[in-house]
């Protein structure tokens, strides 16, 4: 009998430290605990290895029209070897054009933003990208364009 493919990204017990503490590269290793620090701040949330590489705040269910459902973290970020990942709501980039026009250097692809280095963007703007990202999972934005 097919069972239905159980989700990669959970939370796991993971040690959030030892996982930032094993980022191979100083300068990516010092962006990714900054970007823990500004997370948590913002969400108010604690950090939590989802799977064996996002660092995730918070959590909330969704449920598509397919009928899948599950949780995934408020926000998250990977550091990757090219770019530190930042995992937002999907389809920001359109809803948030004028943030994104503030933040600075970055690529943006389907609910990820890459950022090549914390010091070369705005920190305001970043703290608002993701404070939106956290109120429309939380269902208390609608996500406007402002």
Avoid at 44 to 63: D, K, L, N, R
Avoid at 78 to 98: A, T, W
């Amino acid at each position: 009998m097919a069972t239905a493919k159980e989700p990669v990204t959970v939370p796991t017990e993971v040690s959030v430290d030892d996982f930032l503490a094993a980022v191979s590269d100083e300068r990516r290793r010092a962006d990714a605990g900054r970007l823990r620090a500004i997370m948590g701040e913002v969400t108010g949330e604690p950090a939590v290895m989802w799977g064996p590489s996002i660092v995730g705040f918070g959590s909330y269910h969704y449920s598509y029209d397919s009928g899948r459902t599950g949780e995934a973290p408020l926000v998250g970020f990977s550091p990757r070897k090219q770019h530190l990942v930042v995992y937002l709501v999907g389809g920001f980039e359109q809803r948030y054009g004028r943030i994104l026009e503030r933040l600075g250097p970055h690529h943006a692809g389907k609910g990820c933003l890459y950022l090549k280095r914390l010091d070369t963007v705005d920190e305001s703007a970043l703290r608002e990208l993701l404070d939106r990202t956290a109120r429309v999972h939380q269902g208390v934005d609608r996500a406007s364009g402002r």
